[in-house]
Nanobody, 120 residues
Framework: QVQLVESGGGLVQSGGSLRLSCAAT????????MGWYRQAPGKKREFVASINSDATTLYANSMKGRFTISRDNAKKTVFLQMNSLQPEDTAVYFC??????????????WGQGTQVTVSS
């Protein structure tokens, strides 16, 4: 069974940094796009950043220059380095990935989310 397991969330002061990790586990043949979304209380889930298997990245405009997405293909893990965090970055951060399981089927998977809270 394929799963995405996030870690690295927590409480940080304004201006601080956090690094989120998301590891894909299970019977995996291949992983294409990996990414992060976030959802603040009372708001819709929004795109943060993504990275393809060829390391091509895409960022939401508001995250450019502050957030950096990267991946370790050998460890099937995607990272999100978040710097200069502000209270408005407070949200649950979700990892997502397009994964081909050993059965050959491609599917989009989501993690359970990790809370990031930025205090002012």
């Amino acid at each position: 069974q394929v799963q995405l397991v996030e870690s690295g969330g927590g409480l940080v002061q304004s201006g601080g940094s956090l690094r989120l990790s998301c590891a894909a586990t299970g019977s995996i043949r291949s992983i294409n796009r990996m990414g992060w979304y976030r959802q603040a209380p009372g708001k819709k889930r929004e795109f943060v950043a993504s990275i393809n298997s060829d390391a091509t990245t895409l960022y939401a405009n508001s995250m450019k220059g502050r957030f950096t997405i990267s991946r370790d293909n050998a460890k099937k893990t995607v990272f999100l380095q978040m710097n200069s965090l502000q209270p408005e970055d407070t949200a649950v951060y979700f990892c997502t990935a397009d994964i081909q399981s050993d059965s050959g089927v491609w599917r989009n998977y989501w993690g359970q989310g990790t809370q990031v809270t930025v205090s002012s």
